[in-house]
């Protein structure tokens, strides 16, 4: 029994990286925008295709995917931020009707292109087993995640010593000091779209190179990276990344405990109860937004 | 150095501005004050381009600023210390002092001012590594002033930096207003406090309702006297 928890906790870390991938991009573009992309897990789901087509016509590994992937998602993502900057009232409020319209008309593309079929990787390299003493996992899983370490030590490297970064830290904590600075919030809003669309597109990479993928799956991302971000408290950067585990750690053992019927069930219901219990989440500073 | 002309500004369909005119000397305080609800802020916040004007011009050095950006002001050499700090509280108050030296002309000299302002501000430079949320009210104040410093702005517009702080630091703060005045600098400083803004301004101007009631020379201006138009309406 013990050993099957071990386990679950090991694939429940593996699986939180990417987790922790998708919704470092939804908080960084809330922070700097006060917009939650629900076309977010979209572009990541865009970037899994992007994977899929390059192993099934061009019989590459999905790894290559990356490149053009950065290229159509970042596009895609900057695509977004134009239309959600075009609301002129109330844009908290009606960029999420806007942006849920956008992911379900990304949904439908894909549909379209790839079919409605479930899909996974071919690439034996990828699925080949890889054991750490108890520890069992795909070849996939392991090099995915020691990606997304990688990719979030870039960002915090990022945000805490870079100018631009510093830029859209700034901007997410307060919008007018950040003008007086010299920073044109507008572009820092791109760059952040920009940054979650990178992001995104190596997460996307990695779920189809682990996982299975359909057309559905991008508003479960989209739902499941929202619930780390709450989980975390709105504008915590490693509050996220610890929420991402989490959520990871608690499906892996809802589905090995219970049943992988109830795993999307546990990540909803640990997000009413911290909403109840800590309405700030896990991080969040009591009255960081005021 | 600063011109305002026949300024009204306000917020959305309320104007607060009625047509305010005040000349800002180079090299000279320039003080501003007035009751709560004056426009003090109001017009700063018009300088620098956060709020439109709807009449009226302001010119910086004889070009019109109308309709420029809030983040082209830095270039320019205006820098502004706003009300209530405003300083970025989840980061670090060197990453908060670095962020004053935002624009590209100022990186070079980045850190090079992050020194100077750890001279003259050196209870900030015990704590670089700290938060900026765990400074008290008064070193909050510091640390928005050793920010707008980092880029060497020409003109500084200060608003209301003694607000809730307590009567030794505002000692303190005022003592620093002066040195930066003997360093030349020019600067507009909105105050409450009456007694201390006057002692060490050039220039007096009183609002009141969104208008100039009074403008003088700081040498002709009696504190008294100053009370009985402030307390008048």
Redesign the interface.
Same mark, same amino acid.
């Given at each position: 029994m013990s050993e099957l928890i071990l386990q679950a906790l090991y694939s429940g870390v593996l699986q939180g990286g990417s987790y922790a991938l998708i919704a470092l991009g939804l908080a960084l573009v809330f922070g700097t925008m006060k917009v939650i992309n629900l076309a977010h897990g979209e572009l990541v789901l865009l970037a899994a295709y992007m994977a899929y087509t390059v192993e099934s016509r061009l019989g590459l590994s999905p790894m290559f995917a990356i490149p053009v992937a950065l290229v159509l998602v970042c596009i895609t993502a900057v695509l977004v931020y134009f239309l959600v900057s075009l609301i002129r009232k109330d844009r908290e409020l009606n960029s999420l009707i806007l942006t849920y319209g956008i992911g379900i008309i990304l949904t439908n593309a894909v549909l379209l292109i790839w079919s409605a079929d479930v899909r996974s990787t071919s690439s034996s390299w990828m699925q080949d087993a890889l054991v750490f003493g108890p520890f069992y996992s795909m070849r996939s899983e392991v090099l995915f995640f020691v990606v997304s370490v990688a990719l979030m030590g870039g960002l915090w490297w990022w945000l805490?010593k870079s100018?631009y970064g510093?830029?859209v830290?700034?901007v997410s904590?307060?919008r007018?000091?950040?003008?007086?600075?010299?920073?044109?919030?507008r572009s820092t809003e791109i760059v952040s779209f920009i940054v979650a669309g990178i992001l995104a597109s190596f997460a996307g990479v990695a779920i189809f190179s682990y996982g299975v993928i359909q057309p559905a799956f991008g508003h479960v991302l989209t739902v499941k990276a929202f619930i780390i971000t709450v989980l975390a408290g709105i504008?915590s950067i490693p509050g996220v990344m610890v929420g991402a585990l989490l959520l990871g750690i608690a499906e892996a053992l809802t589905v090995t405990l219970a049943s992988s019927a109830l795993q999307e069930l546990v990540g909803m219901s640990l997000f009413l109860l911290v909403l109840f219990v800590m309405p700030n989440g896990l991080f969040g500073?009591a009255g960081?937004r005021g | 150095m600063l011109e305002i002309a026949n300024v009204r500004a306000g917020y959305g369909a309320i104007n607060i501005l009625w047509d305010v005119s005040i000349s800002v000397p180079t090299g000279q305080l320039t003080t501003i004050i007035g009751p709560n609800g004056a426009g003090k802020t109001t017009l700063l916040r018009a300088i620098?381009g956060?709020v439109p004007l709807s009449q009226g011009s302001i010119r910086l050095n004889g070009e019109p600023l109308d309709g420029s950006?809030?983040?082209? @002001? =830095?270039?320019r050499g205006v820098?502004?210390i706003?009300e209530g700090r405003?300083?970025?509280?989840?980061?670090t108050i060197e990453?908060n002092l @670095? =962020?004053?030296a935002?624009?590209k002309a100022?990186?070079a000299s980045a850190q090079a001012n992050c020194e100077k302002a750890y001279a003259m501000f050196p209870r900030l430079s015990e704590r670089r590594t700290q938060l900026a949320g765990t400074l008290s009210g008064g070193e909050a104040q510091m640390l928005a002033m050793a920010?707008g410093l980092m880029?060497d702005p020409k003109l500084l517009i200060i608003d209301e930096p003694s607000l809730g702080l307590a009567p030794v630091v505002v000692n303190e703060l005022f003592e620093i207003l002066a040195r930066l005045k003997a360093e030349g600098r020019t600067i507009v400083l909105v105050e409450q406090n009456t007694h201390k803004a006057v002692g060490v301004a050039d220039h007096v101007h009183l609002m009141q309702s969104g208008k100039v009631v009074l403008s003088k020379p700081a040498a002709e201006v009696s504190l008294e006297a100053l009370h009985e138009l402030y307390f008048a309406h």
């Open positions: 805490s100018w510093r830029a830290r700034a904590s307060n007018d000091a950040a003008k007086l600075m010299g920073i044109n919030p504008g500073a960081r | 620098m956060l950006s809030t983040w082209s @002001m =830095l270039e820098a502004m706003p405003m300083i970025f509280k989840d980061m990453e @670095m =962020l004053g935002f624009p100022q990186r920010r880029s």
